[in-house]
Structures are given as structure tokens and as C-alpha cells.
């Protein structure tokens, strides 16, 4: 990693640095746990990330795909589970709506309820799973990601566009 590298962050951050987890033991009340779990389920999304790459890879990289989908959908449970529960919904109620709205594949249905939360999805960044890419995307909208897209050759963290600076209070820590 060169000295510029190591200066700058991608813009986008990992779900647990926009909202932290809990203290061990901790229960925290629902208008907190929901939204870190939204967070959560965001940023096990796949793209972004090297897991498409591992799809035809070696064995090891086949149980990696199965492990990360296996965290995808748990944390898609969870987090529609718990959204239940702050609408007020219990016991069978609760559960059929929370497995209703995980059964949705595209993630469309996680990024409508974070957002419903106070979470931007489009700020968080995937965590990783196989190599980064050496393509990314850029939008007419950056900051949403929102609009047209074009493909970028080269690493989202080595883009000058999509990083930025590393504060000074962050960088000596």
C-alpha cells in the first residue's frame, strides 16, 4: 500500500463504524438495535465485493460463497424480525411478516425498511468476501448512488473520487 493510499478511506463505511454493536451483554431498546441490524444486513450485500469471483473458484472459495449467503439471509431474519417487534407485532404475526419481507431476494425490501430506519444504505460499504474488485461503479449521483451508471476500471479504495482523506484526529489513533 503506497503512502497516498494509506492517507485516504473510501467514502462509504462498514456498517459496524456507522452503527456500533452493543456492549457484550448489552440490550439496547429497538429504536437502536433495529437500525445497526438494517446496517448489518447491508453491508453482507454482495456486490461490491469479490464474492461473484468465487462463485467458480476452488472448494475453499466455494464454502465461502455458501458461508456469506448463510450470514446474508440470518441477518436479513434478524433485522426484519426485530423491525417487527417495533411495529408492535408479536408471536405469529411477527414472524410470518418478518419471514414474508426476508423471502425477497434483491435486498430491495432491506434497503426500503433501513431507510424507513434513518439508515443510508448507499453509505455503506460491503464487507469484504473474496478479492476486491478491479472494476467499480460510479453514479450521476455519487453521494445516493443514484442514476447512470458507469463502470470504473481499477479498486474502489485506490479511486480518487470515491476516497477521501483520513481527519487528523483519525489517522494518529
Not at 456507522?18 to 453491508?43: D, K, M, S
Not at 423491525?83 to 407485532?89: C, E, K, P, S, T
Amino acid at each position: 500500500m503506497t503512502e497516498q493510499q494509506a492517507q485516504r478511506r473510501t467514502k462509504r463505511r462498514y456498517a459496524h463504524e456507522l452503527y456500533p454493536e452493543g456492549g457484550e451483554w448489552e440490550v439496547r431498546p429497538l429504536t437502536v438495535e433495529v437500525p445497526y441490524l438494517f446496517a448489518r444486513a447491508t453491508g453482507f450485500e454482495v456486490d461490491g465485493t469479490g464474492w461473484y469471483d468465487l462463485l467458480n473458484g476452488s472448494d475453499d472459495d466455494k464454502r465461502k460463497v455458501g458461508d456469506r449467503m448463510v450470514l446474508l439471509v440470518n441477518a436479513r431474519r434478524i433485522a426484519f424480525l426485530a423491525d417487527a417487534m417495533a411495529q408492535g407485532l408479536t408471536g405469529d404475526d411477527a414472524w410470518a411478516w418478518a419471514e414474508e419481507h426476508a423471502r425477497e431476494e434483491s435486498g430491495e425490501l432491506v434497503w426500503e425498511r433501513a431507510e424507513h430506519y434513518g439508515v443510508r444504505p448507499q453509505a455503506i460499504k460491503p464487507y469484504s468476501c473474496g478479492p476486491e474488485p478491479d472494476h467499480h461503479d460510479h453514479y450521476t449521483n455519487q453521494e445516493h448512488r443514484h442514476g447512470i451508471v458507469t463502470r470504473v476500471d481499477g479498486t474502489e479504495t485506490a479511486c480518487p473520487i470515491c476516497t477521501e482523506p483520513i481527519p487528523a484526529e483519525e489517522a494518529t489513533r
